[in-house]
């Protein structure tokens, strides 16, 4: 039985830092580029990254004290 693959993560905001990472989606270019190629189960892989990626800015967003 198939996978069914995710929908894009892009929110149509496409600017690419110093890294090659999406400001929007957050992204890498090469991810971009292969995401129509990609298996279903490598898409859910680059999901699963963002989320851990934004789960760990969040947690360092809240720990910075307030000035």
Do not use: F, H, K, Y
Not at 15 to 32: F, K, M, N, Q
Request: hydrophobic share 40%; proline share 4%; aromatic share 2%.
């Amino acid at each position: 039985m198939s996978q069914v693959a995710p929908a894009s993560p892009c929110l149509n905001i496409c600017v690419l830092d110093a890294a090659r990472t999406c400001s929007g989606c957050g992204r890498t270019l090469d991810e971009i580029a292969r995401w129509g190629r990609m298996s279903a189960a490598e898409q859910w892989q680059v999901i699963a990254r963002l989320e851990r990626v934004r789960q760990q800015e969040a947690a360092t967003a809240s720990s910075v004290p307030a000035n």
